[in-house]
C-alpha cells in the first residue's frame, strides 16, 4: 500500500505546495514501502516459523494414534 501511495505522490501528482514537496514525501513514502515489503519476505521465506516445513506430511492437528500391540 506504501508503495502504490508514494509512487502516486511521486509521479502522478504534479502539484505545488508553498514549504511542501509532495514528490520528495512521495519518494519517501515509496521507499519506506519497499524496505517493508522486502522485510515482510525476507521474514516469510527465511525467519518465519518452522514448525512443519520439515516433513510436508505431518499434521499435528490430526489425532494420536494408538501404541502398537505387542
Sequence with gaps: MLVAIGAILKWAVTAQVKGFNIQTAGTVVFVVGLVGLALAIVYTFW????????????????????????
Design 47 to 70: 525467519w518465519g516459523p518452522t514448525q512443519g516445513r520439515r516433513d510436508p506430511g505431518y499434521d499435528d492437528t490430526a489425532a494420536p494414534r494408538p501404541p502398537p500391540r505387542v
